[in-house]
């Protein structure tokens, strides 16, 4: 069974900053792209940031120079380092994960989310 365990969400002010991770745990192969997505109340959830197995990354417009995504491949780890939170990246954010259970088998995984709210 995989389980992605995310972590680091909470309350912070304007300008401020927080980091989320995300690992990922149980029996598989190998873990392909992982990423972060958000869903913010009322809104459908987007794709906010996403990183290969060999490092290539990709963000949403809304967060370039912002947030910086990063991984660890040996601990299974997808980080989200956040800077200059603005009121409007309030949203629970899912960790997601690509990953293969064995060579033929490849399933997208998703964390249980974790909230983000950037108030004063």
């Known amino acids: 069974q995989v389980q992605l365990v995310e972590s680091g969400g909470g309350l912070v002010q304007p300008g401020g900053s927080l980091r989320l991770s995300c690992a990922a745990s149980?029996?598989?192969?190998?873990?392909?792209?992982m990423g972060w997505h958000r869903q913010a109340p009322g809104k459908q959830r987007e794709l906010v940031a996403i990183?290969?197995?060999?490092?290539?990354?990709n963000y949403v417009d809304s967060v370039k120079g912002r947030f910086t995504i990063s991984r660890d491949n040996a601990q299974n780890t997808v980080y989200l380092q956040m800077n200059s939170l603005r009121p409007e990246d309030t949203a629970v954010y899912y960790c997601y994960a690509d990953i293969n259970l064995s060579s033929v088998r490849r399933y997208d995984y998703w964390g249980q989310g974790t909230q983000v709210t950037v108030s004063s």
């Open positions: 149980g029996n598989f192969f190998r873990v392909n792209d």
């Open positions: 990183i290969s197995r060999g490092g290539s990354t």
